[in-house]
């Protein structure tokens, strides 16, 4: 393997660590506020790409894309809110298996719930403008993205 090889996968190893943190700072931040076992967290970030997506499409992949970005935090934020008031708020003293059970079967309806929305094909979104185009690193093209990523976690770490 040559060193511009070594340095591309290091590259995309950090910027695919950076992403899960960032997901994974954002489910421990959840769980130490609620103190309750919530297995739908990531239904919920599905949900909110879902969202992000059908906006971009509807307001365009210019300058409506962060629009949509915020727009859909705010969507799911109100769809959190619900399930808490609906569900969550019924089970916080219940046993931890209870939760999780509880959750679960939560994930399983915002899953059909997405098939039937959304359908089981592959969507794939525009990149954020600016974040789209790639970078050349040691004679190998880098995306911006994940430059971008392999930032941003360490700041949000730092925060």
């Not at 960032?22 to 076992?37: E, P, Y």
């Amino acid at each position: 393997m040559s060193f511009s090889s070594f340095v591309v996968q290091l590259l995309n190893g950090l910027a695919g660590a950076s992403s899960l943190f960032l997901v994974g700072a954002g489910l421990s931040l959840i769980f130490g506020v609620t103190r309750i076992v919530n297995f739908a967290h990531g239904s919920f970030f599905m949900v909110g790409i879902y969202i992000a997506y059908s906006l971009v499409a509807k307001l365009g992949t210019g300058l409506g894309f962060w629009p949509a970005l915020l727009l859909s935090a705010v969507a799911v934020g109100l769809l959190g809110a619900v399930v808490e008031v609906v569900l969550l708020r019924r089970i916080y003293k219940a046993p931890e298996l209870f939760q999780l059970l509880a959750t679960f079967a939560l994930v399983l309806v915002i899953k059909d719930a997405a098939l039937w929305i959304w359908g089981p094909e592959e969507l794939l979104g525009p990149r954020a403008p600016g974040l789209s185009g790639s970078v050349s690193i040691l004679g190998r093209q880098f995306p911006s993205y994940d430059l971008f990523l392999i930032v941003v976690g360490p700041v949000v770490s730092l925060l």
